[in-house]
């Protein structure tokens, strides 16, 4: 992975007050779930009294909100970044590497952020209209440019006529599933000393698995002649 292409914050030694309020925000949320995470929790794994993380985020749920938004902002901004730098009109392969790259990228950085992902969602709490607002707000011309690019080459017959929304499930299952599988891969790697190391190497392997995977599945092979 492109470390220039990461948030700043990834990179930080010393971290603001606010940014150590967000990551044990994070922390406690991907462990307690929305309704099992307490102010004081966050406040003792940030060092800061409970007054000052109400003085900066008034509440748990606009500390949710916040910490949602500028993940998905993040994600869509490397997108978008990719997506301008290509051609006016970038092949599939292209867009959708950009895709399954720009969340690895940044869900590498917080691997807890899969974890409340998915338990909100699954316990189909209010917070999931704080999810859906927040990537309705940031994701702009990207799932157009995304779907015509695949119906430019469905239509040119260099790939099948697959539904693009299936499409787009299964590669962000295989996006998701490479987070929440790195506690039970990190456990088998202690107990057995094989399995995967969660590091750049293997997050760019990954990235070319899916992008290749998905071709595989819909490509047209061209008949020997």
Do not use: C
């Not at 099992?36 to 985020?57: D, E, S």
């Not at 749920?61 to 006016?88: C, T, Y």
């Amino acid at each position: 992975m492109d470390k220039r292409r990461l948030p700043k914050s990834a990179h930080a030694p010393d971290l603001s007050t606010e940014q150590k309020i967000l990551a044990a925000a994070r922390q406690e949320f991907s462990e307690r779930g929305m309704d099992g995470a307490r102010m004081q929790a966050i406040a003792n794994r940030a060092g800061v009294n409970k007054a000052l993380l109400h003085y900066y985020f008034r509440s748990k749920d606009k500390l949710f909100e916040i910490i949602i938004r500028d993940l998905v902002s993040a994600i869509w901004r490397l997108i978008h970044a990719d997506l301008k730098a290509q051609p006016k009109a970038p092949d599939l392969r292209s867009v959708v590497r950009s895709l399954v790259s720009s969340y690895i990228s940044m869900m590498s950085q917080h691997p807890e952020i899969p974890l409340i992902l998915v338990r909100q969602l699954l316990t189909r709490d209010k917070n999931v209209r704080v999810i859906a607002r927040s990537i309705i707000a940031e994701i702009g011309d990207a799932p157009g440019r995304i779907f015509t690019a695949f119906a430019r080459e469905a239509k040119s017959g260099r790939i099948k006529k697959v539904d693009p929304v299936q499409l787009i499930m299964n590669i962000m299952g295989m996006v998701i599933v490479t987070f929440l599988s790195q506690p039970i891969a990190e456990i088998v790697k202690q107990e057995t000393g094989f399995g995967i190391t969660y590091d750049e190497k293997f997050y760019k392997a990954r990235i070319d698995f899916i992008t290749d995977m998905v071709f595989d599945g819909i490509a047209i092979k061209e008949r020997a002649s």
